[in-house]
């Protein structure tokens, strides 16, 4: 089942590339986390989104969560965020996030932050 996903959105990006030309993208992301030296457990992303020039973006797709000492499991996650340049040396951006598994409710996450340029 985890490869048909996988493979239903690596079809789905290709198909839609001719049409949206740059604005469409493939993102696969690996997070892992760590409580000291405690692993804890890591998700897998595969989400296809799209960019405006104006910094706005969305994406999403399946995610497979690997809890350590737990079962892997597939669910969906999404997110959606804005960045701007606030001066050449300072840009703003901010994202909201959101999970979904069969057995475990529903995560949502917010980010907000800043980038200085030396």
Same mark, same amino acid.
């Given at each position: 089942? &985890?490869?048909? @996903? ?13 049409? &949206? ?5 493939? #993102?696969?992301?690996? #997070?892992?986390?760590?409580? =000291? ?6 998700? $897998? !992303? ?6 405006? !020039? #104006? *910094?706005?973006? @969305?994406?999403?797709?399946?995610? $497979? &969560?690997?809890? !350590?000492? =737990? ?5 969906? /996650?999404?997110?959606? *965020? @804005? ?7 300072? !840009?703003?951006?901010?994202?909201? /996030? ?5 057995? @475990? ?6 980010? $907000? ?6």
């Amino acid at each position: 089942m &985890l490869k048909s @996903i996988f493979g239903a959105v690596g079809a789905l990006a290709v198909s839609a590339a001719p049409v &949206l030309a740059d604005a469409v993208y493939f #993102n696969p992301e690996y #997070n892992a986390g760590w409580s =000291g030296s405690d692993f804890g457990g890591a998700v $897998l !992303d595969a989400h296809v989104g799209y960019e405006t !020039d #104006n *910094g706005f973006y @969305i994406q999403g797709g399946p995610s $497979l &969560l690997m809890p !350590d000492g =737990g079962e892997a499991e597939t669910g969906f /996650s999404a997110k959606t *965020g @804005i960045g701007a340049s606030v001066s050449e040396a300072f !840009d703003v951006y901010g994202e909201v /996030s959101y999970a979904k598994y069969k057995d @475990i409710d529903a995560g949502y996450g917010l980010k $907000l932050g800043g980038k200085y340029k030396f």
